[in-house]
């Protein structure tokens, strides 16, 4: 038996990565095919050994590293194109 709930809607998701990916060199890739919903109240973490991209997807979220595909949301509206400082949205390692 899970205690998640699954009633919650579209509507209660707040950051949202589709099909991100992100690669340096244009082939290694560092982040593969992320697809991620993160809801309002939610406590989330991100686990994984070193170099599994954690903190890029942070960084992409943040706005200091650029998707190389795919698509963030925040509130429903995409953010790739949106500059750190316009995201309201810190960063902290």
Known sequence: MSDVDTSAGASDVLVSFRGVQKSYDGEALIVKDLNLDI???EFLTLLGPSGS???TSLMMLAGFETPTAGEI???GRAINN???HKRDIGMVF
């Open 39 to 41: 809801r309002k109240g």
């Open 53 to 55: 991209g954690k903190t």
């Open 73 to 75: 949301l925040l509130g």
């Open 82 to 84: 949106v500059p750190p």
